[in-house]
């Protein structure tokens, strides 16, 4: 029997499960449809511009506007959409889109060697916090709106976050 993407289990906010909608190196940004339970294709990025992180959402979730939350996936290994990850939270990034609150979730994969070193946010380099803020300049830039990341928050923040919007 097919299990609908949306009725993927969450978890816990300490260890849950992530639906990745944009594999890393994409030039798609492809977002999963709850009614129709398939992924599409929403914008197709310029200028050899791609996702530098897997993207998805953390399912029976809700936020101030109305979307699922969103998270953002450390690592170099591509994931295809609709791939189930089990990840901890490490941070959140603080972000405003066209006025609204759209925080995203810093993440990585449960036992993944790769991204072990991802304890907390504090684990970020410099150069990768200022890579986020280019990436989601772009992100603004290419889709024509304002984003403003307002700051990055430690894991208690980002299990506060995942509390909050559980449904």
Do not use: W
Not at 52 to 61: A, C, D, E, K, S
Not at 64 to 81: E, F, R, V
Not at 111 to 138: C, H, M, N, P, R
């Amino acid at each position: 029997m097919h299990r609908k993407l949306k009725d993927t289990p969450l978890g816990t906010p300490e260890q849950f499960n992530v639906v990745v909608e944009i594999p890393r190196g994409s030039v798609d940004k492809i977002e999963y449809d709850e009614n129709k339970d398939e992924m599409h294709v929403d914008f197709v990025f310029k200028d050899g511009f791609t996702f530098q992180y897997n993207y998805g959402f953390i399912p029976h979730t809700r936020t101030d506007d109305g979307d699922t939350l969103d998270a953002i996936l450390l690592g170099t290994k591509p994931m295809a959409s609709g791939t189930v990850v089990l990840c901890r939270p490490i941070g959140v990034m603080r972000q405003i889109d066209r006025g609204q609150v759209d925080d995203k979730i810093i993440a990585v994969p449960v036992g993944d060697k790769e991204t072990q070193k991802y304890q907390s946010v504090e684990d970020i380099s410099q150069e990768e916090i200022k890579q986020f803020i280019l990436f989601y300049a772009e992100v603004a830039r290419q889709k024509q709106k304002t984003i403003e990341i307002t700051g990055f928050e430690d894991k208690d923040k980002a299990i506060e976050a995942i509390r909050k919007a559980m449904i």
